[in-house]
Structure formats: structure tokens, C-alpha cells
């Protein structure tokens, strides 16, 4: 057994059956940890975080939005679509126009306890919470 | 242009200097984006979400959370390498048995985020709000 595998398992076998029980009976399913993966799935990418942070700040046109990232229209585009499909932004057309907000605040809570989360080690971390209110 | 691009992007190009000034000076640098798509990617994976929905409920030996989520004790203790390195986990050792339980509060949130933004559609999201409290 190597080294690492010693430290995260018990050194014999040893089920809790009334533990094991306890947590089974409020246990999600497959199905249901799947979504909530799909969801941090969404979040889980570089350029949706800075689009959904720039977004928290104000509603952007999809142009405006491309040029605070400094990325392409399309490459925007694409990312605005999934951001769509999983509800995490909306968008209203003004003429021409086309302007990207937050679909809630969800997002500001998650970009916050993830912050936050980091902060315990990571100085960079505290300071951008000071951002989000 | 196809129709979904359309549907995604400005009609004509149409940039707001004053918005994108403004949304720049508060922005976060790549590093920071990355590092929290990070923390996203770690809770984006349907087992490390049912592992740690199991520890909000209690703490659990290596063995216990194995049988909970009805996996293999190689692959729970791999997964809570992971956890275990980003920070959402933390152990005591209790003579040769392991236990596990969530490292702090932040996870319980996200999940409850999570949940929350999902239960807008889904039946399913709003009834594990009631156990996360």
C-alpha cells in the first residue's frame, strides 16, 4: 500500500452500520449529485467566472462584455450560451442591442463562499470579497 | 451567421466605453479567475458531490463513506485526496479508524446555492434544500 493510500484510509475495515444507515436514509441520488456537479460544472471555467464577475459589477452588451475580457465576440457568445442553457445569466435586446445581466443572486452567493473558502490561505482572495457586497 | 449567433450577439458593434472602463477597474486577473474556476472544478464531479452531501450530514470513517455511497475504498480515498487538498475536508485520526468531515461551512452553502438556483425548474432541487439547514 503506498504511502498516500495509508494516509486516507482507516488501517482496518470498520463499518458504523448506524452511521452508514443514518446517511443513507437522506442520501441524494445519482441523479440529483449529478445536476448539482452540472451546476459547478458551469462555474468551473476561467472565462464564464471573469464574464459572471463583470456581470455582477452591471448589465454589459455582448460587445462590451467581449472587450472587458478581451476576448472575441464569438468566443463570448459561446460562453453566453451556456451561461444561458444553465440560467446563470439573462439577456433583454434594446434595438440592435443585446444586454447580459445575472439571472439571480445565486451567482454572487457562489463567487462569495468561494472566495471566501480561498481566503483562509489566500490573500488574494480576501480582498476581492471586499467586491463583492 | 448562424441563428444561435443571432440569438447571442449584438447586432452591430456597439461598445460602451464608460461601462467597460468602469467593469475593468474592478476586474479579477486570470489567476484569480482560475484559481476560483478551480474550486468550482473540485465540487463538479457527481462523487466528490455525494461524499460531501454525506459529510454534511455527520462525520465518517473512510470504510462508512465508502459503503454510503456504495464505492470502493480505493476510490473514496482518492477522491478525498482531492477534497482533502482543496481544503473542503479535514480529518482525526481515532486509533486505526479515519474520519471525515467537511472542513467548514462554505461547502454547505455552495450546495445550498446550488440547490437553490436549480429548484427555479426543478421539483427535485427543492425538497434536499429542506436538509441542508
Known amino acids: ?3 498516500f493510500d495509508r494516509f486516507d484510509r482507516c488501517e482496518v475495515t470498520c463499518i458504523h452500520e448506524e452511521a452508514v ?12 449529485a449529478q445536476s448539482l ?6 462555474l468551473a471555467d476561467s472565462t464564464r467566472v ?6 455582477m459589477h452591471r448589465e454589459l452588451c ?29 439577456f433583454r435586446r434594446d434595438g440592435k ?7 439571480d443572486d445565486h451567482v454572487k452567493t457562489l463567487f462569495k463562499q468561494g472566495l471566501e473558502h480561498a481566503s483562509h490561505d489566500e ?5 476581492f470579497l471586499d467586491f463583492i457586497k
Chains 1, 2 share one sequence.
Not at 50 to 55: C, H, S
Not at 97 to 103: E, H, P, T
Open 1 to 3: 500500500m503506498a504511502d
Open 21 to 32: 444507515s443514518a446517511v443513507r436514509q437522506v442520501m441524494i441520488s445519482d441523479d440529483v
Open 37 to 42: 456537479a452540472d451546476i459547478f460544472k458551469t
Open 50 to 55: 471573469k464574464m459572471l464577475f463583470a456581470l
Open 62 to 90: 455582448v460587445c462590451d462584455l467581449a472587450a472587458v475580457i478581451r476576448a472575441s465576440e464569438s468566443s463570448v457568445s459561446h460562453q453566453l450560451r451556456i451561461l444561458r442553457t444553465n440560467k446563470l445569466v439573462k
Open 97 to 103: 442591442i443585446l444586454y447580459y445581466s445575472l439571472a
Open 123 to 127: 490573500a488574494w482572495a480576501a480582498q
